[in-house]
């Protein structure tokens, strides 16, 4: 790319784990510089104790710089609150009320720079009967009626990966971007704020219009699949195919087609998209049974011909290698074991690249501090564990230049 989106833009990511820690990804894959606040020793806890090693660490920290400071030191305040100025966007994702407990809360922040986009994200929100509750992903799912959507009704189980918190970064970032724009226009900064609980939200939107749709019935995995008119259908190859035809009468005759089942379409359970939606579990029962009479390869060509929605389901190494996907550049070329997934858009064409490697606690310390502090103030705060870097164990700056 010519020049990323966000080149200018700086962020302070006060972030653990993955909601906020994935928003301040894409923000960096699109060229904002990400400064990254962890624990000195240790670092964040997703490093899971192999530093730049852990592959999940790694997909949401790669492009990002490491800032290891003590932030129950005041001293270690003091100086986030003096690089703070520098920075257009501080972004954390702590309990409610504990960054403003260390005295870096959104009044004193905007204080020090009065256009900053201060964003917190937590669990529940700053208030009501769940605002101190601990919040993972799977909590986020539960409450916000995941799980529910996703099982059969009276049997919930959980998901296979983290809805939750990866659609808090997305939410995230689309409302850091959205004040970002207004900053542009006003000048004033922002508060934003979030929660898993709301962003949850934008993935069951629709379920929550079909509970007001069903009688304020709460919808379960099969619910919607009447009116959706989807299948999963094995076939007799053992691969599986996807169907969706909607309420278009149009894929439904498609389908007839593809099936060489034309009687169908006088069947007076599914002559019209009200009948089918009615009689849907019947027609499962029918579809699937012709699918069992061919393999995969065939039906796909079969679909394909008559114009029929459908795909074949893939599982991650499959998503990974189908053409689509290396068209699209959706990800990095593999190293290490560990491709990184690009950010889902392309501009003038391009998708931006997160080339970039994946830091080591505390790599950055000193650079950062040495924006504010000069170099014996810097070598103090690390001799007294304030601030953590590589070169820690190193001679003192006044030292290292008596013997140069």
């Not at 309420?247 to 069947?267: E, G, T, V």
């Not at 189908?322 to 068209?327: D, K, L, S």
Request: net charge negative.
């Amino acid at each position: 790319m010519r020049r990323k989106p966000l080149q200018n833009i700086r962020v302070l990511e006060f972030g653990g784990y993955i909601s906020a820690p994935y928003a301040s990804s894409l923000l960096a894959a699109l060229g904002a510089d990400v400064v990254k606040v962890e624990r000195p020793g240790i670092g964040e806890d997703f490093r899971r104790a192999k530093n730049d090693q852990s592959p999940y660490f790694r997909q949401y920290n790669a492009g990002k710089r490491s800032f290891a400071v003590d932030l129950k030191d005041p001293r270690g305040v003091e100086l986030v609150k003096a690089v703070l100025p520098r920075f257009d966007v501080l972004l954390e994702n702590l309990r409610p009320g504990k960054l403003a407990a260390l005295g870096l809360g959104p009044q004193v922040c905007r204080e020090l720079r009065p256009d900053l986009v201060y964003t917190s994200v937590t669990g529940f929100g700053d208030g009501g009967p769940l605002r101190a509750r601990a919040a993972y992903d799977s909590i986020g799912q539960a409450v916000g009626g995941i799980y529910s959507i996703m099982s059969n009704a009276g049997a919930a189980q959980i998901s296979g990966t983290c809805l939750a918190d990866l659609v808090t970064g997305l939410s995230t970032a689309t409302g850091i971007l959205a004040a970002l724009v207004g900053r542009g226009s006003s000048g004033l900064g922002e508060h934003v704020e979030t929660s898993m609980m709301e962003a949850v939200s934008t993935v069951t939107i629709d379920a929550i219009t079909q509970f007001f749709d069903d009688g304020h019935t709460d919808p379960s995995r099969q619910s919607r699949h009447p009116q959706a008119q989807n299948f999963c259908l094995k076939t007799a190859s053992g691969q599986d195919i996807t169907l969706h035809l909607s309420s278009s009468q149009k894929f439904w005759l498609a389908l007839l087609d593809a099936m060489d089942r034309r009687d169908l379409a006088d069947d007076p359970r599914f002559t019209t998209y009200t009948q089918r939606w009615d009689n849907y579990f019947e027609l499962v029962d029918i579809v699937q049974a012709e699918f069992m009479t061919k393999p995969a390869d065939e039906w796909e060509k079969l679909l394909s011909e008559a114009d029929v929605p459908f795909a074949p389901v893939l599982g991650m190494g499959g998503y990974l290698s189908h053409p689509q996907t290396e068209w699209l550049k959706l990800t990095e070329p593999e190293t290490d074991d560990l491709a990184l997934v690009r950010p889902p858009w392309r501009f003038s064409g391009t998708r931006p690249d997160r080339g970039r490697t994946t830091p080591r606690v505390g790599q950055h310390t000193r650079e950062i501090a040495a924006e504010v502090y000069d170099e014996s103030r810097v070598d103090e705060l690390v001799a007294a564990g304030v601030l953590f870097t590589e070169d820690r164990f190193e001679k003192p700056a006044a030292e290292r230049k008596a013997s140069a």
